[in-house]
């Protein structure tokens, strides 16, 4: 059966939850296959909104879900968001890789400290990563086996200099940290343990016969090779990281979804060519509800950027569109998408590898008709209709998209409950 990858195609806060929680009912298993807990999936179950920033959204949906060896876990967080599913009545049926990497108390504190300048989440994430490639860090195996108490304590020994230069630590205090951490962490393993797997032969063997969703945290344009470094994430976010952050095998990979709004969000530092400010960025931001599930930070807005998510497509080899939150676009009395770039006057015809250029960028704009206004009763009447039976404006739009992109438009989404999902094809 084919496998299937959603990923943001933009900067993030697509709406890939949705999405994901929205497909998992085909699904058999839901895989997340990078990022850690700066990632944020707001979902609707029973009428009640839940952040998830760990666990993929097809839990609620009853599946299977699988943590990917991709992933850096911050333990007490991800059994607190456990507990919270458990919580809301639902059974969590999730493996975690015994290859994820730990996110531990210095990670967070460097975190804070060093990623300000391009305004992270503080969460760890960065500092785990680097970790893992400098091949000093613990993985969910290690704090889960006989002895993991003093596995933690050696790797914290290891390390001892470099805490109390960094200020992790005053080295008087040292001692005293390390006992605490090891025994905690130790303890949050224990209660791990029953969830851990060698996920690798169980995604590959279900592959073959089974249907297997893949699940990417943050954007495209966030990835660390092909996003606006340096203000990126720590993984990488286009689809090819499912092959290596949960064994995805591309033989069995169909489908490739990438996430987009109607219009552009950002969250933290970094050029954003389309973005928006003054009345009209409050007025989409409201409208919206544009503040961070991980953060709660107001995301900066802007109009739909196609030269930038055609990049998206490409390196992320997408073969369809999800669009989100298109009734938003409602709001707008006039409705742009950017159709091109000009860097220092000129135009260009690719998109810059250079954040100082993107940050010089002056956007080519087309201007659209403003979108029809509909009620909650007339989006749900357009369901098992075609795209030609979409309100002239809203149809122009779409199909404009797919024109400028070369890849249909398959999902439209217009409002946060699972059902308010109308999909073609």
């Not at 850096?72 to 967080?77: E, G, L, Q």
């Not at 949050?188 to 797997?197: D, N, S």
């Not at 720590?234 to 090819?240: E, K, L, P, R």
Request: charge should be positive.
């Amino acid at each position: 059966m084919p496998g299937t990858i959603v990923v943001g195609a933009q900067w993030g806060d697509e709406g890939k939850g949705k999405i994901v929680d929205f497909l998992s009912k085909d699904a058999d298993i839901v895989v997340r296959f990078n990022g850690g807990g700066n990632a944020g999936h707001t979902i609707m179950y029973n009428g009640m909104a839940f952040k998830l920033h760990y666990v993929p959204s097809g839990v609620f949906q009853g599946k299977q879900c699988i943590l990917g060896n991709g992933m850096v876990i911050n333990p007490k967080a991800l059994l607190e968001e456990i507990a919270l599913i458990e919580k809301a009545g639902v059974e969590p049926h999730i493996f975690i890789s015994k290859r994820a990497h730990i996110i531990f108390p210095h990670h967070i504190d460097i975190d804070k400290i060093n990623g300000k300048a391009i305004g992270t989440t503080g969460k760890g994430i960065g500092p785990a990563y680097a970790s893992k490639m400098e091949r000093t860090n613990l993985r969910i195996e290690d704090i889960t086996k006989e002895g993991a108490e003093e596995t933690i304590k050696n790797a914290l020994e290891m390390r001892k200099l470099d805490f109390i230069m960094r200020n992790v630590v005053k080295e008087d205090e040292f001692e005293q940290f390390k006992e605490d951490t090891a025994k905690r962490y130790a303890l949050y393993g224990e209660k791990l343990k029953k969830y851990v797997r060698d996920i690798s032969t169980i995604v590959q063997s279900a592959l073959r016969n089974r249907s297997v969703l893949f699940e990417g945290a943050q954007g495209v344009m966030l990835d660390i090779d092909f996003g606006t470094y340096p203000f990126v994430t720590s993984s990488n976010t286009v689809a090819q990281g499912a092959f290596n952050g949960a064994a995805a095998n591309p033989f069995y990979i169909k489908r490739i979804i990438g996430v987009s709004k109607a219009y552009a969000t950002r969250v933290g530092e970094g050029p954003f060519p389309t973005e928006l400010s003054g009345p009209v960025a409050e007025l989409l931001r409201n409208a919206g509800k544009e503040f961070g599930a991980t953060t709660g930070r107001p995301r900066r807005v802007g109009y739909l950027d196609l030269f930038a998510l055609k990049y998206a497509v490409t390196v992320s080899s997408i073969t369809e569109i999800a669009l989100t939150k298109i009734d938003i676009l409602s709001t707008l009395k006039e409705v742009k998408v950017a159709v091109g770039y000009k860097l220092d006057g000129k135009p260009i015809n690719q998109f810059p590898a250079s954040a100082t250029e993107l940050g010089r960028i002056t956007p080519i704009y087309k201007t659209m008709l403003p979108i029809e206004k509909l009620t909650l009763d007339e989006w749900k009447g357009l369901k098992g209709k075609t795209k030609e039976d979409l309100p002239k404006n809203i149809r122009t739009y779409v199909h404009f998209i797919e024109d400028y992109l070369g890849v249909p438009i398959k999902i439209i989404s217009f409002g946060p409950e699972r059902e308010d999902t109308i999909t073609y094809g």
